[in-house]
């Protein structure tokens, strides 16, 4: 089995109008709402990086400068911070700052679906494997989602690679579904893949989540630009025509998930992180009691 090349690029959807949020979406993207004292998008960034990920690609919309100019030298600040000796904070703006270079931004004119926002990366990628990470879906583990997805990427030769968790048959309606073939481990061959079916047309219970390590293939699949459930162009449609061409598996992780889009997951996020952190577990560990009495 030849080895695949390697991934250095991830993209990353932004262009999101966040309107399960409104209104505290009207000025500040959905992708900026803290999870205790990171963005959401950060920790995205973050399991980017540990994966070996070399350049950042964000595929963004209309009033979303904020982001960019989060992952950007804040030297005021940064002074500031310097002069009083706040090292703690100081570090804490710097550690999560790709290097100089390695970022880059994209315009999603429209919001025409997941498909269209990949699409408009094209040039940026150019004709390299690349991985996909949907802000939204913060996934929490010891070892990141997508270093145990490129783990995998690398044992089956290349091809898609896609995360994956079971879900309650009547939550299928929500996600992309795949008709499962052999399984090993952690891994699923992927045989098939339908984009928010009706729970009685799912083939199976196990739910595509939002990371994706994809092959430039895919964009011409996307350049057909033909739209499917919601009238958007999905994504998996094109995933989907590109089974038998290549390797395709799904991996299920041993990350937690919560879905930020979500008012009840993010909500979750914070508890589950807070309660992960050391300078603030106990007290809101206290809290999270008395409020259960």
Avoid at 7 to 27: C, D, E, H, N, Y
Avoid at 154 to 170: D, F, M, S
């Amino acid at each position: 089995m030849a080895k695949p090349k390697p991934v250095r690029i991830a993209v990353f959807p932004v262009a999101g109008l966040g309107t399960r949020f409104l209104p505290a979406t009207k000025a500040v993207p959905k992708e900026m709402l803290p999870v205790v004292d990171k963005p959401v998008v950060q920790y995205a960034v973050e399991e980017a990086h540990e994966a070996g990920i070399e350049q950042f690609i964000f595929v963004t919309g209309r009033g979303k400068h904020i982001i960019e100019d989060h992952f950007d030298h804040a030297y005021e600040l940064e002074a500031l911070l310097k002069a009083r000796e706040k090292v703690k904070e100081l570090d804490s703006l710097l550690e999560g700052l790709p290097d100089s270079g390695a970022v880059s931004f994209t315009r999603q004119q429209k919001p025409l679906g997941l498909g269209h926002a990949v699409w408009c990366a094209r040039h940026l990628v150019g004709n390299e494997p690349f991985a996909v990470l949907l802000p939204d879906d913060l996934l929490i583990g010891k070892t990141g989602a997508l270093t145990q997805m490129i783990a995998v990427y690398n044992q089956v030769g290349g091809g898609i690679v896609v995360a994956a968790e079971e879900k309650p048959l009547e939550e299928t309606k929500r996600y992309g579904v795949i008709a499962p073939g052999a399984a090993k481990a952690n891994t699923v061959e992927v045989k098939g893949i339908v984009e928010k079916p009706k729970p009685a047309d799912a083939p199976s219970r196990l739910c595509v989540i939002g990371r994706y390590i994809l092959q430039p293939e895919i964009f011409a699949e996307l350049e057909r630009r033909e739209k499917g459930a919601g009238g958007e162009i999905q994504l998996t449609d094109s995933m989907a025509r590109l089974i038998g061409r290549m390797p395709f598996n799904a991996v299920k992780t041993d990350c937690e998930r919560y879905d930020c889009g979500d008012k009840i997951g993010f909500l979750q996020a914070n508890v589950a992180v807070g309660l992960k952190r050391s300078d603030i577990a106990s007290h809101l560990r206290d809290f999270l009691n008395k409020m259960t009495l």
